[in-house]
């Protein structure tokens, strides 16, 4: 074999080992529909939420407590408006209906959305109904989901809620992302359940509520661990204006 065509087989190589190795920017934040905390309940701040998502440079992000239509954002579609605001692919999943409009979740991603599944959770004790939303994309040409959402605050509702996630993904062959706020301390039983399909960080996710004094873990970002994914970059962004909670950023490798 030449040396030309050695020297071209490792630069192939080499530029297919880089596309493999390269990582999945993923944010996941809770925005209070816009209303900085500090602010009157009139102040409704999309562009500092979107400049955020901007400057994160994510690839994918799971937000939470987003308004649709609803008075006290002024009519406005916010996940619809944020989809704009940074040039990303987005989807919306409702929670609840209220006043003449929606309240739930989105998802943004820089990658076109090729498929769409939206789930309400199951609430054996009456509460407020969250969903699950999930998008298959294609990211560094590898097909992932990517899934998003709000546990209840309520226990019993959280456990049936995430035994309904695990039930999901027990026998999903994709590598699948998992953010949101799920209410939930690293060591209750809802977070648990989770853990037996999907891992986080190995250090603790960081402390993101309340965004002034943080003293709580309940925002994460997992990923399900038959994917054997490695965390990098990992870190609570110093964010104490824009929403009551603090956005959570991490980088995934996925084998």
Same mark, same amino acid.
């Given at each position: ?66 308004? +649709? ?46 498929? +769409? ?21 294609? +990211? ?82 997992? +990923? ?32």
């Amino acid at each position: 074999m030449n040396r030309k065509l050695i020297a071209f087989l490792l630069i192939l190589f080499g530029s297919v080992f880089h596309l493999s190795a390269q990582k999945i920017r993923v944010l996941s934040f809770n925005i209070h529909h816009g209303n900085p905390p500090s602010e009157k309940e009139s102040v409704v701040n999309l562009d500092t939420i979107a400049q955020i998502i901007k400057n994160s440079n994510a690839d994918l992000v799971g937000l939470q407590e987003i308004d +649709v239509n609803l008075g006290r954002s002024y009519n406005e579609d916010q996940a619809k408006r944020l989809a704009e605001l940074t040039g990303m692919h987005y989807i919306f999943s409702k929670g609840i209906d209220l006043e003449k409009g929606e309240y739930g979740t989105a998802i943004l991603s820089k990658h076109p959305i090729e498929r +769409v599944e939206k789930h309400f959770l199951p609430s054996p004790v009456e509460s407020e109904r969250r969903s699950l939303s999930i998008v298959e994309v294609r +990211v560094n040409n590898k097909k992932i989901l990517f899934a998003n959402t709000h546990l209840d605050l309520k226990d019993k509702n959280k456990i049936a809620q995430a035994k309904f996630i695990t039930s999901r993904f027990k026998n999903e062959k994709l590598p699948t992302i998992l953010v949101g706020d799920l209410n939930s301390e690293p060591t209750d039983p809802a977070i648990k359940e989770l853990g037996m399909l999907f891992t986080k960080t190995t250090s603790q996710n960081g402390l993101t509520f309340p965004q002034d004094k943080p003293n709580t873990e309940i925002d994460y970002i997992m +990923v399900n661990t038959s994917s054997h994914p490695k965390f990098f970059n990992h870190h609570v962004l110093e964010e104490k204006y824009a929403s009551d909670h603090r956005p959570l950023y991490v980088e995934i490798e996925i084998k």
